[in-house]
């Protein structure tokens, strides 16, 4: 399995932004579902956003709902979260996860997924 491969984390500070990428071109044959996770130190990982990319739903934490958006470019099989609004409790390990085989479950649970990044780190400074 080729990991995926995570791209735009950094430090930033309370009230700014970050777009997080994550390239899963090794995956353009199946592809169903996309998804962000994050895990704060000492915290367990928690599910941030997906998309279900045949019918283009997206589902949000409420934590991060309004805040956060999740994208996908199809032809690149690449997937953004374009985050905004941040706040120091936003600061965590950032990982792309995606499913390529359907299957039922729920979207922000990380047996829902089968490929994994390695993750980026999103610092955000009060």
């Known amino acids: 399995q080729v990991p995926l491969v995570e791209s735009g984390g950094g430090s930033v500070q309370a009230g700014g932004s970050l777009r997080l990428s994550c390239d899963a071109s090794a995956y353009s044959a199946g592809t169903y579902f996309m998804g962000w996770f994050r895990q704060a130190p000492g915290k367990q990982r928690e599910g941030v956003a997906s998309i279900n990319t045949h019918v283009g739903y997206t589902y949000y934490a409420d934590s991060v709902k309004g805040r956060f958006t999740i994208s996908r470019d199809s032809a690149k099989n690449t997937l953004y979260l374009q985050m905004s609004s941040l706040k120091p409790d936003d600061t965590a390990m950032y990982y792309c996860?995606?499913?390529?085989?359907?299957?039922?479950?729920?979207?922000?649970?990380?047996?829902?997924?089968?490929?994994w990044g390695q993750g980026t780190q999103v610092t955000v400074s009060s």
């Open positions: 996860a995606i499913q390529t085989y359907p299957h039922t479950g729920w979207w922000a649970s990380a047996q829902f997924y089968n490929i």
